[in-house]
Structures are given as structure tokens and as C-alpha cells.
Nanobody, 115 residues
Framework: QVQFVESGGGLVQPGGSLRLSCVGFGSIFSIVAMGWYRQPPGKQRELVATITSGGRTTYTDSVKGRFTISKDNANKMVYLQMNSLKPEDTAVYYC?????????WGQGTQVTVSS
């Protein structure tokens, strides 16, 4: 059973930055693709960014140029560096495999962008 634990969220002003972290227990980051997902208030969860086992990355259009996904296989960590944050980035952020494992969702970490 794979479990993920996210951290690093918080309240930040528009234009600010946050770095989210995700640690996997029982996971095999080195040979699976990973993703960051988010669920804005009242909306469905959506894919934000992915990183393959080889390190190739993809981003949803709304975060391109502002967010960077990275990973540390040795320490089973995945990161999401978020810069130039906007109010519309407000959401609970989750990490999971890509495609996601239905039983692997963690609690997520809340990101609130507000002045």
C-alpha cells in the first residue's frame, strides 16, 4: 500500500511563493511517474504537474512558467515550487502517482493566496 504525505502549504499574498513537499511511504518514485493535483473550493480535483521516472515534466496551462515540479528519488520526495501565486491557485494540493492511485490519496496541504 502506497501512502503520500504532503506539506508546505499556507497563506501567502498574491505574487508570493511556496514550496510544497510530498513524501511517499512504500512508494517507488524512481520507476513511476508522479503528479501534483489540486482541488479548489467547490470544484473537482485537477492535475497540475507531472514528472516521469526520467525527469520529464508537464504542466497545466494555468501554471506554466510559474510552477516547477521536481523529485528526489533517494529520499522518496516530490516537490512543487510555486512562484507568482495568484488567488485562483487557492486549493488543497495533493501528490499521487500519475495516473493516480485511488487508494493512495493523502490529506493534502492547503494553499491560500489572498491579500
Amino acid at each position: 500500500q502506497v501512502q503520500f504525505v504532503e506539506s508546505g502549504g499556507g497563506l501567502v499574498q498574491p505574487g508570493g511563493s511556496l514550496r510544497l513537499s510530498c513524501v511517499g511511504f512504500g512508494s517507488i518514485f524512481s520507476i513511476v511517474a508522479m503528479g501534483w493535483y489540486r482541488q479548489p473550493p467547490g470544484k473537482q480535483r485537477e492535475l497540475v504537474a507531472t514528472i516521469t521516472s526520467g525527469g520529464r515534466t508537464t504542466y497545466t496551462d494555468s501554471v506554466k512558467g510559474r510552477f516547477t515540479i521536481s523529485k528526489d528519488n533517494a529520499n522518496k520526495m516530490v516537490y512543487l515550487q510555486m512562484n507568482s501565486l495568484k488567488p485562483e491557485d487557492t486549493a488543497v494540493y495533493y501528490c499521487n502517482k500519475h495516473p493516480p492511485c485511488g487508494n493512495c490519496w493523502g490529506q493534502g496541504t492547503q494553499v491560500t493566496v489572498s491579500s
